[in-house]
């Protein structure tokens, strides 16, 4: 009988133990989570990237609607998607450049701009189907029928840790928004970090 309490003693003691040593392992393994908890998701999605996080300087009167990392294949980061407002729409997509994670869809390539010193190719989304449309596709057309600016920025250094951060494909997406603010809102993109 005395065998078996003191092994039981023993055995209660390692568990305790082991339940101390996997709450510490398990605080230390969570501090980057707790790091995330900034209350700025694209300064938290950055936490965790090896790419350029931008973040929008003005979506107008448009609110976060969903802010999500995506998977991009078994191998790849993931990419942000962030959609502002519903019926009116803005969506920003990030990608690490060297990788594709989004298809905007078809539409027709309707002018090529500068975007805070990169080249942007904006599209309208006119209708296929609709030879004329399709034909006579231009900027006004936007707002219409939706469209997009993409660009490539260029590898960035991160603000603390002067950690190269990779070139970001960003695309921003809109709904029921004219060309000039498809352009003001891509304009006004700030790398994470910068002011």
Request: hydrophobic share 40%.
């Amino acid at each position: 009988m005395f065998k078996r309490t003191v092994i039981l003693r023993l055995l209660s003691s390692a568990v305790s133990s082991l339940v101390a040593v996997a709450f510490l392992a398990s605080a230390f393994t969570q501090s980057s989570a707790v790091a995330m908890g900034s209350g700025n998701p694209y300064q938290d999605a950055q936490t965790g990237l090896s790419y350029q996080i931008y973040q929008p300087g003005t979506t107008g009167d448009l609110l976060l609607r969903s802010f999500k990392l995506l998977n991009c294949g078994p191998k790849n980061e993931q990419w942000l998607a962030a959609i502002y407002g519903e019926d009116r729409s803005i969506q920003f997509l990030e990608t690490d450049a060297s990788v594709k994670c989004s298809n905007p869809g078809l539409g027709v390539k309707v002018a090529t701009v500068t975007i805070n010193g990169a080249k942007a190719t904006v599209v309208a989304f006119c209708d296929p189907a609709k030879p004329k449309q399709w034909k006579n596709c231009k900027t006004s057309d936007i707002q219409n029928y939706g469209g997009y600016a993409m660009w490539t920025t260029k590898p960035n250094k991160s603000t603390g840790t002067n950690k190269l951060l990779h070139a970001t494909s960003i695309e921003v997406l809109v709904s029921g928004i004219t060309y000039a603010n498809l352009l003001k809102i891509s304009r006004a993109l700030k790398p994470v970090g910068q002011k």
